[in-house]
């Protein structure tokens, strides 16, 4: 049946009310009033929002123009856009914000290239061809899936990744001096901890996603899964999200109005794709790049491909800092991303102390937004260079380090985690959460821990 016929049909179905209702006028009421107040909060998380865990104060359209000049654009008029957007938002004057977002929104989108700006001397990856022309995998390593050990390890993996977020959401957006100042040398969780975290969702969107299509899984398939699991996203998924609903498909969802196409989103999410893909760095890259164009472009995607790897030889890896320059190495050595590791990896052999190695990093990145892959993946190496494989050490360094602290902290102790395996992992930090985990992805929304791990197993072994 034409779209033309099932509507004129469905009017034709349509009969009108003998008696209309007499509070006619209190339905249009109260349904705008609902609009009004949802469209109002919206615009007013995009001026200030806070983290739910950690309760940092943040302001994502602003850092949007910030992610613009980070890749070597100039959006005209920005600064004060923003101060009046800042003002309206404090007077509660949600006409005039309105009105100022959009304009802000506009400039965004008309940001002019910088040519003599530094984004411009590295190569921007556009795709898996062009990584792959750059960089030479190693062949796989044999790792044995049938093994109760291989079960164990990545058992081990999740409970690392979960540990890690829920460690680290209750200090994520702020700066290791604050994080000294009011907290002091953090060794245990700041607060109760629960396993509710934004993270892992899109991990077990791809999980389904293997689940269904296997070997053939495409970008586009683990979009539309997005869609119909995920009620929610924020700076990069969230413009993919809303890209995906209107039928821009990857790698165009990824990169189209999307300022935040180089943060965290995807180097978040890469560990279960190491995971899936244990000794085999090569096709965890691949795959990296599948996952991570869906909501994110070149450097964004290059912080996936660097978790996924790392988790992906922490299986057949047992010296932490050997790990970290076996995956430094499938990293284009002209691209950005490179360049910020380099200079991790630099600091890490300059210093002694990983505080001043560390405070290195953060002058270095302090451009960068605390969402940004940058500062985050040079946190990352910081903590596991000098941690050094003990689980505890590498879990307060990587809290130490401040920045987007769950997400660092998950992707890091899942790697670590697999290396060690469970009898690794201090019975302490799993005895307040034990073998459940909470999520809003719809339809997983309480499962165990165990069951996740062998699920895992199960999808590795149909990727074989």
Not at 32 to 43: C, H, K, V
Not at 93 to 110: F, G, H, K
Not at 366 to 388: C, D, E, R, S, T
Request: hydrophobic share 40%.
């Amino acid at each position: 049946m034409k779209a033309w016929e099932r509507e004129y049909a469905y009017m034709k179905s349509q009969v009108p009310k003998k008696d209309p209702d007499p509070d006619n006028e209190k339905i249009w009421a109260s349904g705008m009033e609902a609009f009004e107040a949802a469209q109002d909060a919206g615009l007013r998380m995009l001026w200030d929002s806070t983290v739910p865990g950690s309760y940092a104060r943040e302001r994502v359209i602003v850092g949007g123009v910030q992610a613009l000049e980070n890749r070597g654009y100039e959006v005209p008029g920005a600064e004060a856009l923003i101060e009046r957007g800042i003002e309206a938002l404090e007077a509660g004057d949600m006409t005039a914000l309105s009105l100022v977002t959009c304009e802000l929104q506009l400039a965004c989108r008309n940001a002019a290239r910088v040519d003599c700006d530094p984004y411009w001397r590295f190569t921007v990856y556009e795709d898996y061809a062009q990584y792959r022309a750059a960089v030479e995998p190693p062949p796989a390593e044999p790792v044995d899936v049938e093994a109760a050990d291989f079960l164990d390890r990545t058992h081990a993996g999740w409970l690392g990744q979960v540990i890690g977020g829920a460690f680290g959401t209750a200090m994520e957006g702020y700066t290791t001096d604050n994080i000294f100042k009011t907290l002091g040398e953090v060794r245990d969780y700041p607060r109760k901890p629960n396993t509710y975290n934004d993270d892992i969702t899109y991990e077990l969107a791809l999980l389904e996603g293997v689940e269904r299509y296997g070997r053939d899984l495409t970008s586009d398939q683990i979009g539309l899964l997005w869609t119909a699991l995920i009620p929610f996203g924020w700076s990069a998924e969230d413009v993919a999200l809303q890209n995906l609903r209107r039928g821009i498909r990857p790698p165009e969802s990824g990169s189209f109005n999307n300022p935040y196409r180089e943060w965290i989103g995807a180097q978040m999410r890469g560990g279960v794709i190491g995971m899936l893909c244990p000794g085999d760095p090569g096709r965890a890259a691949e795959l990296a790049w599948r996952d991570g164009c869906v909501s994110h472009h070149n450097n964004g995607i290059l912080g996936e491909v660097y978790n996924a790897v790392l988790v992906s030889l922490a299986y057949v890896e047992c010296n932490v800092r050997t790990l970290l320059k076996r995956t430094q190495a499938l990293l284009p050595r002209d691209s950005q991303y490179y360049d910020v590791v380099e200079f991790a990896m630099q600091c890490c052999r300059q210093h002694r102390s990983w505080r001043n190695a560390w405070l290195s990093c953060e002058r270095r990145f302090k451009k960068y937004n605390w969402v940004h892959a940058y500062p985050n993946v040079a946190a990352q190496i910081i903590a596991l260079w000098y941690g050094n494989g003990d689980f505890d050490e590498t879990l307060h360094l990587i809290g130490m380090c401040g920045q987007d602290v769950d997400c660092n902290a998950a992707q890091i102790m899942n790697a670590l985690a697999v290396m060690l395996g469970r009898s690794g992992i201090p019975e302490r930090w799993l005895a307040p959460f034990g073998d459940r985990l909470d999520t809003y992805v719809r339809g997983m929304k309480q499962m165990s821990l165990s069951g996740l791990a062998e699920w895992t197993v199960k999808l590795t072994k149909k990727l074989q």
